[in-house]
């Protein structure tokens, strides 16, 4: 639809769509709506033919807006809203509150520098830019910009991360150094089924049903739910825990979702003198274990929780063992 209007010096301007994009332009010699559709019609017969000599609409939406429009995305859309969250005020720091379309490509490459020269792990900043671009790509879609400028940023290079898992021997110590801590049972959860952390924290009690044996994992990274059976070790985990919320990892103070576990457990990982050991690691462990057991990996796939079966064979590494078993099995040739 176009709209025809006079302007604050009484001249007549256009402003219609086309393939989704706004165009306007002041109708030159127009000094009639009739004359000012005829100009109109010319423009757009320009336009299709390819002489871009026009002037678009300026995008107006500010960085604070889009972010904001961004977080509601991500609230309801992401797994990963907490973390958006805080990769906004990082976003805010460096470019300041500006138009969306005066962000360049140019200055995203500043913000890996900014990032970079912070000590932030080249890792940590391309999950920023991932989740920059995936606001941009909306912005985009909404017609706030013509193009993202992520499109033309190169990630940072990434050493691969070599998969650490606990050995026996390193599980012992690791519960020694542990006790009864409150920290036990989400270490055991986090064991006994590859949960993510994320997905262990958000656990409720009616999430779990103990007569079938199985806990139905609701906030999954994928947003796929998914059911994870219960084995004896983590019921009776689960069973000697007291149900002080709806939540069944707690903080037993203020009875809130346990939020410490980024504190404590290096601490117990750093008594148990055990190197290069996170949180995550846990699932690495249940997956790898599982897969030296012999479970097959399409199983393995689907109690991680994982899209791709790619993925679950990078988390399954390969123990020692395994690997000398399938040596002994070409002697027996």
Not at 65 to 82: F, G, P, W
Not at 137 to 149: G, L, W
Not at 157 to 165: G, L
């Amino acid at each position: 639809m176009t709209v025809l209007q006079k302007g604050k010096n009484n001249k007549w301007q256009c402003e219609f769509m086309i393939d989704g994009r706004r165009y306007y332009k002041a109708c030159k010699g127009a000094t009639s709506e009739k004359e000012a559709k005829r100009y109109e019609t010319v423009l757009r017969s320009d336009i299709m033919r390819g002489d871009l000599n026009f002037v678009k609409k300026k995008c107006t939406i500010k960085l604070s807006e889009m972010i904001q429009k961004y977080l509601e995305y991500s609230k309801t859309n992401k797994a990963s809203y907490t973390h958006d969250k805080t990769y906004t005020g990082y976003w805010l720091e460096y470019f300041g509150n500006k138009l969306l379309s005066e962000i360049k490509s140019i200055d995203i490459e500043g913000y890996k520098s900014f990032r970079l020269d912070k000590k932030i792990k080249p890792s940590t900043v391309n999950r920023e830019l991932n989740s920059l671009s995936k606001m941009l790509s909306i912005a985009k879609q909404n017609k706030f910009i013509e193009n993202n400028p992520c499109s033309d940023v190169k990630k940072l290079k990434v050493d691969n991360y070599k998969i650490r898992f606990l050995t026996k021997e390193e599980e012992k110590c690791l519960f020694e150094a542990i006790g009864e801590h409150w920290i036990k049972p989400i270490v055991v959860t986090a064991l006994q089924t590859g949960m993510r952390k994320g997905e262990i924290l958000n656990l409720t009690w009616d999430c779990v049903n103990f007569d079938q044996k199985y806990i139905d994992v609701l906030q999954t990274k994928s947003g796929k739910p998914r059911q994870i059976p219960i084995s004896k070790k983590l019921k009776e985990t689960l069973k000697a825990m007291p149900e002080l919320s709806e939540y069944i990892f707690v903080n037993e103070k203020t009875l809130g979702v346990q939020q410490n576990i980024n504190h404590v457990f290096p601490e117990f990982v750093k008594t148990a003198e055990i190197k290069d050991f996170r949180f995550h690691d846990l699932r690495h462990t249940a997956a790898t274990r599982m897969v030296e057991k012999g479970v097959d990996l399409v199983v393995v796939k689907d109690i991680l929780g994982h899209a791709d079966i790619n993925i679950t064979m990078r988390y399954a590494h390969p123990v020692p063992e395994m690997k000398l078993r399938a040596i002994q099995a070409l002697n027996d040739y």
